[in-house]
């Protein structure tokens, strides 16, 4: 289970942070990503990080969003600055983790956050 936290209303140039923690049966957790969705537009990932920690982002929030990770947490994180109204979108949390019972690796996705920058 991804339990995602930390979206609301911003004004435009100002920051958030998102919170995304993973609980559960879990032996290990792959890499990890946060994506977004806009109305109208299809998801799209905007960070993911490994768990050896090597990220990548896509080209319209590099230099601005930083993802980073805490995996004694289970714990992912997107800190978001200089926020723009077009960063407006639900942002969902994803994460690829091995399953305890099992060992069988499967993607899952946290229940979403608003992440609303006005102009």
């Known amino acids: 289970q991804l339990q995602a936290s930390g979206g609301g209303l911003v004004q435009a140039g100002g920051s958030l942070r998102l919170s995304c923690a993973a609980s559960g049966s879990i032996f290990s957790i792959n890499a990890m990503g946060w994506y977004r969705q806009a109305p109208g537009k299809q998801r799209e990932l905007v960070a993911a990080?490994?768990?050896?920690?090597?990220?990548n982002y896509v080209d319209s929030v590099k230099g601005r969003f930083t993802i980073s990770r805490d995996n004694a947490k289970n714990t992912v994180y997107l800190q978001m600055n200089s926020l723009k109204p077009e960063d407006t979108a639900v942002y969902y949390c994803?994460?690829?983790?091995?399953?305890?019972?099992?060992?069988?690796?499967?993607?899952?996705w946290g229940q979403g956050t608003l992440v609303t920058v006005s102009s």
């Open positions: 994803n994460a690829v983790i091995t399953v305890l019972t099992t060992y069988s690796r499967n993607g899952y």
């Open positions: 990080i490994t768990s050896g920690g090597t990220t």
